[in-house]
């Protein structure tokens, strides 16, 4: 596609579910980033991957967070046992790092707003 | 740990002015630094992107700059308008690392 899609726009939960979200990075972007926005605050860095593998995870905040990414495309992160404390807009970013990790601009997908109640 | 610092947190203008937004990091060692605009429930628009050989990168009415030694960089906007109401992000990318650290941004009213 001609940007970043991520689905769902918009998941409204209970807490203790388990939730998936979707990114679909630019075509031939190598480079694929979760970031995780709350109100007011900038984006937070989550995980990053350089074609299949996650290269950084590091912002992972604990175990119920993982992320894949099978065919070095879509990407999908999955919360296991929601909390209340994981409502947040989650951002997709891809970049094409011809040159390696670090020298190409991020594009950003709108973000998928995740609610717990 | 680099830590990015916007000043100020929120601005608001008479349409026309021009105006800067400021952009502080505390390790100067980044291989670039990336400006944003995010609209209310929206994701990120890249506005400008400069790389740590570079000082300045220009688009339109938006001039970035960017003093890697000092750990600062600049977005100025150039009679502002209306339509540029919006929160305004700083990123540096540091080497190695393949992401972005951001500032928490600076949210600009433009008034008619």
């Known amino acids: 596609g001609a940007g970043v899609s991520q689905t769902p726009s918009n998941k409204v939960t209970e807490k203790g579910k388990y939730v998936e979200l979707r990114c679909d990075p630019i075509?031939?972007?190598?480079?694929l980033y979760w970031y995780r926005q709350s109100l007011g605050q900038g984006p937070e860095f989550l995980i990053y991957?350089?074609?299949?593998?996650?290269?950084?995870d590091s912002g992972l905040p604990n175990d119920r967070f993982f992320a894949v990414r099978p065919e070095g495309s879509v990407s999908t992160l999955k919360i296991q046992r929601t909390e209340r404390g994981d409502s947040a807009v989650y951002l997709c970013?891809?970049?094409?790092?011809?040159?390696?990790?670090?020298?190409?601009?991020?594009?950003f997908g709108e973000g998928s707003r995740l609610t717990v109640l | 740990k680099q830590e990015v610092t916007q000043i100020p947190a929120a601005l608001s203008v008479p349409e026309g002015e021009n105006l800067v937004l400021n952009c502080s990091f505390t390790?100067?060692?980044?291989?670039?630094l990336q400006w944003f605009r995010q609209d209310p429930g929206k994701g990120l628009t890249s506005l400008l992107l400069?790389?740590?050989?570079?000082r300045e990168q220009t688009s339109g009415r938006l001039n970035a700059s960017l003093d890697k030694s000092s750990g600062r960089s600049t977005l100025y906007i150039a009679a502002s308008q209306p339509g540029d109401s919006a929160t305004y992000l700083c990123?540096?990318?540091?080497?190695?690392?393949?992401?972005?650290?951001f500032g928490q941004g600076t949210t600009l009213q433009v008034k008619p």
């Open positions: 970013a891809s970049s094409s790092t011809q040159g390696g990790a670090g020298t190409g601009e991020l594009f």
């Open positions: 075509s031939g972007h190598t480079a």
């Open positions: 991957f350089q074609g299949t593998g996650a290269a950084d």
């Open positions: 390790d100067s060692a980044i291989y670039n």
């Open positions: 400069i790389q740590s050989s570079q």
């Open positions: 990123a540096v990318n540091n080497p190695n690392t393949g992401k972005l650290i």
